[in-house]
């Protein structure tokens, strides 16, 4: 059977049909004209957000002299990339990192398996009296934690434990607890009860339905408070200078307070460089994960 096709009828895609709109030259200048606020809005976000690294990673090849007599912003006179070396030395940096991680991992662990849990249970689960409890972990975000320094040190002195890692990881899942709850509460809300509702009829107990369900659909919110809070909890200085107690337990920020002298004098810069050691660190580590981060900024806005 053959079938006949009218040409009148018939749609001819010759080359032409598929070339590029080619603009007139009085378009093309157009077009760039109205580009360039675009362009000169996304070189000056780029400069304010360069120099700054710029400015710290000069000044970290300079002596204090250097430093001292010659405006901030100038290349060295000499460049000292020794100061990285004194810089690790001096700060003890190896070891202020590693009690940084020690601090710093086991607190995300609960912050993210607590908080994670606390806002399942607000905002999936129906129960009396949760809008009170959404409220009382609201109001834990009000308190300054200037206020209950003393209390929790005498807390832990009384406790035997002030002198280990133990009160700064309880410390900082504590603050970092309502945030999270908040935030949670907040993405688990864009998440449609039917989901849960189904797992609920197939068998899932409410445990099963939070880690096979919630949890892993939860994956880029989890991302995005885990590099909240660790920022938080990375650049601390209060709770960790006051609670660290013995200088082996010293973390990251309270290492960079031994680059200061006798008499208040600082050896700037094997500073900046240690500065520049754990700025670039963490500035890698958000690179790598600063798509997730994006993509669970944006879940919790889709429903509010």
Request: with cysteine; hydrophobic share 55%.
């Amino acid at each position: 059977m053959t079938s006949i096709l009218d040409p009148e009828t018939t749609a001819v895609h010759t080359p032409r049909a598929f070339e590029p709109h080619r603009r007139t030259p009085a378009q093309a200048v157009v077009h760039v004209l109205r580009r360039i606020p675009t362009w000169l809005t996304i070189t000056f976000l780029l400069v304010v957000t360069a120099y700054p690294l710029f400015w710290m990673v000069i000044n970290s090849l300079k002596t204090n002299a250097d430093f001292l007599s010659n405006p901030s912003y100038a290349f060295p006179e000499e460049w000292h990339w020794e100061n990285y070396v004194i810089a690790w030395e001096t700060g003890n940096l190896a070891t202020t990192i590693s009690n940084s991680l020690i601090v710093t991992i086991p607190s995300l662990i609960l912050i993210v398996l607590l908080g994670t849990a606390a806002g399942y249970a607000l905002e999936i689960l129906v129960f009396k009296g949760r809008a009170m409890v959404l409220l009382i972990f609201l109001a834990g975000i009000m308190i300054p934690g200037q206020m209950i320094v003393l209390p929790l040190f005498n807390a832990f002195f009384k406790l035997g434990i002030n002198n280990s890692y133990l009160p700064m990881i309880m410390i900082y899942t504590a603050a970092g607890l309502p945030l999270t709850v908040f935030m949670m509460a907040t993405y688990f809300r864009a998440i449609p009860r039917e989901i849960f509702e189904a797992a609920t009829i197939d068998g899932a107990s409410m445990t099963r339905a939070f880690f096979a369900i919630g949890f892993p659909m939860m994956r880029n919110a989890v991302i995005t408070v885990a590099i909240v809070q660790f920022f938080l909890i990375w650049n601390d200085l209060l709770i960790a200078l006051i609670f660290g107690g013995k200088r082996s337990l010293n973390t990251i920020q309270v290492g960079l307070l031994n680059f200061s002298g006798e008499y208040g004098a600082i050896n700037y810069g094997p500073l900046f460089a240690a500065i520049c050691i754990t700025t670039f660190g963490i500035l890698i580590l958000y690179l790598f994960l600063n798509q997730r981060i994006m993509k669970g900024l944006a879940a919790g806005a889709v429903k509010g």
